[in-house]
Every structure is written in structure tokens, then in C-alpha cells.
């Protein structure tokens, strides 16, 4: 089965002037805020939702899930953090496999894997992933925003031969979530 739908978000909320803190409550840099925890609890219901009824007609329920591991790049566990609760909840094994810089591998495996596919990573190197997925620069935000942790960017290809299309579809899970999407440009 070729993979049909790829959807990449940012890590949940990160320490800027709050705590990032452990599951068990260590405080950790490198860990999620309680507010990126809460996002995180929130993604199970946002691509696992009970009846299985989506709040946006783009969405769907991962069979595989990525998250950029740790390495000299980058030890930030945020990625990881941000959709265990959802890989637990729907039994997956999560990926870290690729660590942040190898994004040309993640984008191999996600695309030959088959199925749909959920990707959490670094802002910092999403769009270049979206470059690697469409194959060039057009028709997608050349930057991800610092402070926004709340998009989810959708993939989609009907068909092994077909060409990917791209959404921008807004999580609106927590207070201040915003609708819009990342400007082009």
C-alpha cells in the first residue's frame, strides 16, 4: 500500500520563560511545558477522535508515526513528547529513528511506508521537509513561525503516480490556538 497522506506538525510548547518539565515533573529543558503536555493529551483526540469523526475533512489516523530522535543536532525530547499519548493510544511503535538534519531519510521512509503517516519535528526544518515531500517550494510557507505550535500540515496523494497536494489545517485545540494558516512568502 503506497503511502497516501503525509501530516507534519511542530512539537508542542516549548520552555520560553516557562519550565519545561518531565512527565513525572523533573523539570527539563529539553522536556515540554505543561502547556505542550496538554497539546500533546489534545492530538490524541484531534487524529484519534472518539467515532471517528474529524474535525477537519484532512485529517486521519496516523498508522505510522515519525518524531526526530535525539542527536548532536538537537536534544530536545519535545518532538517525541508531543505524540507518545498518541502513539499509546493507538499502539504504535514511534519512529525517532532520524534525528533533526536528516530529514531527506525521514522523507524516504515516510513516503514508501504506506498509509497514512503523522510526522512530529522541529519548526525549524519543517518546510524543508515539505519541500522534499512536493519536490520544490511552490505553493508552500518558506518559514514555520517561532510561536506557532498549533498548524498541522496535510499531504496528500491519491495514487502512487499522482503528485501531492498541500492544506494547512489549524489544530484549535487550546486558548489561543489560531485559525489561520502560515502565510506564503
Known amino acids: 500500500m503506497p503511502t497516501t497522506k503525509i501530516m507534519v506538525i511542530r512539537h508542542a510548547e516549548r520552555p520560553n520563560g516557562a519550565q519545561g518539565v518531565m512527565p513525572d515533573g523533573t523539570p527539563n ?5 505543561a502547556i505542550g503536555w496538554q497539546r500533546a493529551d ?6 484519534a477522535p472518539p467515532g471517528g469523526h474529524f474535525t477537519d475533512p484532512h485529517l486521519r489516523t496516523p498508522q505510522a508515526i515519525y518524531a526526530s530522535g535525539i542527536a548532536h ?7 517525541q513528547q508531543t505524540v507518545t499519548p498518541l502513539a499509546e493510544k493507538l499502539g504504535l511503535r514511534l519512529n525517532t529513528d532520524f534525528p533533526k538534519g536528516d530529514e531527506a531519510a525521514l522523507v524516504r521512509a515516510a513516503t514508501t511506508i504506506g498509509g497514512v503517516v503523522l510526522i512530529a519535528w522541529e519548526h525549524e526544518a519543517i518546510p524543508e521537509i515539505a519541500q522534499l515531500i512536493l519536490g520544490g517550494n511552490q505553493g508552500i510557507p518558506q518559514h514555520w513561525p517561532g510561536n506557532r505550535f498549533d498548524l498541522v500540515w496535510v499531504f496528500d496523494r491519491p495514487d502512487q503516480s499522482g503528485m501531492w497536494s498541500f492544506a494547512q489545517v489549524p489544530q ?14
Open 73 to 79: 543536532h538537537s536534544d530536545s525530547l519535545r518532538p
Open 29 to 33: 529543558p529539553e522536556a515540554l511545558t
Open 42 to 47: 489534545a492530538l490524541v483526540g484531534l487524529f
Open 172 to 185: 484549535r485545540l487550546l486558548p489561543g490556538d489560531s485559525a489561520d494558516p502560515i502565510p506564503l512568502g
